[in-house]
């Protein structure tokens, strides 16, 4: 595998915090839209109350999401928002799972690049040759 330029492989650029599959979800929902209601996430994301609650609480004590309670008329009410912080987060994460992927795409092509000028090779067994002393 190619080095890359600053010696360091794509995935030490992704962060546990925000790379997590429903904190992942959360910030990119939320950086969609102005805030996310608490019930839109938890259905959006398959998770119970108590899961979504937690990972809320990893990014809210991380600075990347903001929780609001409040009303809507009598009923009490969750918002989440993203923060600066979240976004910057956000926007790394993505570049660095670019990166990943680019690097993956280029080594892909090398290898077929290489395949290709091996000439054709068959992945079967090779067969033993009917010439003298077989058959």
Known sequence: MAAQPDGEHP?????????QRHR???LTIT???RRAEFGYLREALDL????LSRHLTVLEDAGMVKVEKGYEGRRPRTWVSITRSGRSALAAEL???AAL???HADA???AQAAKSDAG???????????GPGHG
Do not use: F, W, Y
């Open 95 to 97: 570049d660095a799972l």
């Open 48 to 51: 119970t109350p108590g899961n």
């Open 31 to 33: 950086s969609e839209a």
């Open 108 to 110: 892909a092509k090398r």
């Open 120 to 130: 054709p090779q068959s992945d079967e067994p090779a067969k033993p040759s009917d």
């Open 101 to 103: 992927v680019r690097q």
């Open 11 to 19: 995935t030490n650029g992704l962060d546990e915090t925000v790379h």
């Open 24 to 26: 992942l979800g959360i």
